[in-house]
């Protein structure tokens, strides 16, 4: 998270930032409190989008159309078949991506670049954030895991969405069960996605 903290700061204009990680009461002569950006999970302000937009307008856009974003390097919410499952979106020209192995800027570069984002839910898909007007957005996740902060980014970005729950492994499911997904309502989801977004 540093690293992304320091590649934020720079993107803002403050190139080499001195962080403090405190564990003790401060005091401060001056600070400046960031205000609240959203109202969790549902509804987030239209002017933190279009700032975080802003950081990003000098990255240039990456040159797949079509991500696949994973997040079976995680140790939650992983998706038990993916390896079944990626063949489906290679064959349509899908570039597989784990966002935690790029750097933030590279991750903003991808996301910029991609008029369809499929894969599981987790915070690689905030870049969603820097995605194109009208990108239109597969969600695979847990059963129990809702929609709501994903589809609020993809509203503001006048794009389309879709959700597919998949089946727990877990008897007790919860946000960070794993889970696998039917190959059937994955591929009936992708056929959506370039209808929606009006691929080809």
Avoid at 154 to 164: P, Q, W
Wanted: proline share 6%; hydrophobic share 40%; charged share 20%.
């Amino acid at each position: 998270m540093e690293a992304v903290v320091r590649d934020t700061l720079a993107l803002a204009g403050y190139p080499d930032p001195e962080l403090h990680y405190l564990d003790a009461l401060t005091r401060f002569e001056r600070l400046i409190v960031l205000g609240t950006v959203s109202h969790h999970p549902l509804v987030k302000a239209p002017s933190a989008i279009r700032y975080l937009e802003g950081l990003g307008r000098e990255v240039p856009a990456g040159p797949h159309r079509r991500v696949y974003v994973s997040r079976n390097l995680g140790a939650r919410r992983r998706l038990t078949n993916e390896s079944d499952l990626l063949p489906l979106f290679t064959a349509r020209g899908y570039h597989v991506v784990s966002p935690e192995t790029l750097s933030l800027v590279e991750q903003i570069s991808m996301f910029k670049g991609a008029q369809i984002v499929a894969g599981n839910l987790g915070a690689g898909l905030a870049n969603l954030v820097f995605s194109p007007a009208g990108v239109t957005v597969l969600a695979l996740t847990t059963p129990r895991m809702a929609h709501d902060f994903f589809y609020d980014i993809v509203c503001h970005k006048g794009g389309h969405y879709r959700g597919l729950q998949g089946i727990s492994t877990d008897p007790q499911p919860d946000i960070g069960s794993d889970f696998s997904v039917d190959p059937a309502m994955v591929t009936a989801g992708l056929d959506w996605a370039e209808l929606a977004c009006g691929d080809d």
